[in-house]
């Protein structure tokens, strides 16, 4: 049984399954369903859609270049059956489907070994950038303070008027740190 992939996507077509299409040239063109063969109709570019095989290589988040995407090369010369042959032929596609499995591994972890850092740099950033609204004092911490015998110092708040939307709002201002925050409250 021979499994082809997909002119578009490259999956595995089975057999009986998907669509062939034969150009004026003889030329064939076997797709895995009907998306990629409307796709190819519409003449899109597969390494522009993020679903296809082709973008993740062109993208660099799949391996392009290493010695075992070479065996899945397709080779039509006929060989005499051998069950010696065959054998070894089961172990070393075993044994290479092993090691490609192994690189993929260590290709996405050399890919995604700085995502942590960034990631936690960004939620930094973003909370400094939100600082204002944080609470100033948990309530459980508020009551610990309360109960070592601390003062809990709340911050004054400054009323003013203003028009917000036509509509008479109240303004509290709050100095925290040198940063004005302003909470609006309806009258």
């Known amino acids: 049984m021979r499994i ?3 002119y578009f996507c ?3 077509c089975y057999p009986s399954k998907g669509i062939t299409f034969v150009r004026n040239d003889a030329r064939l063109f076997r797709f895995c369903r009907s998306k990629c063969h409307k796709n190819f109709k519409m003449k899109r570019n597969p390494r522009k859609l993020k679903w296809t095989k082709a973008f993740r290589k062109s993208a660099g988040k799949e391996m392009v270049v290493d010695s075992t995407l070479t065996f ?4 039509n010369v006929p060989v005499r059956y051998n069950r010696d042959l065959v054998a070894k032929t089961l172990n070393a596609m075993e044994r290479v489907s092993e090691i490609r499995q192994r690189r993929e591994r260590v290709f996405y972890k050399k890919r995604m070994a700085g995502n942590k850092e960034r990631e936690k740099e960004a939620n930094r950033k973003l909370v400094a950038e939100n600082e204002h609204l944080l609470p100033k004092m948990r309530a459980s911490e508020r009551a610990k303070a309360a109960e070592m015998g601390e003062e809990v110092e ?16 109240e303004r509290r201002k709050v100095l ?5 925050e302003d909470d609006m409250d309806m009258d």
């Open 176 to 180: 925290v740190q040198d940063v004005d």
């Open 4 to 6: 082809e992939t997909c």
């Open 72 to 75: 899945a090369a397709r080779r």
């Open 10 to 12: 490259s999956q595995p």
């Open 154 to 169: 709340e911050a004054p708040l400054e009323r003013e008027k203003s028009k917000v939307f036509g509509k008479m709002k």
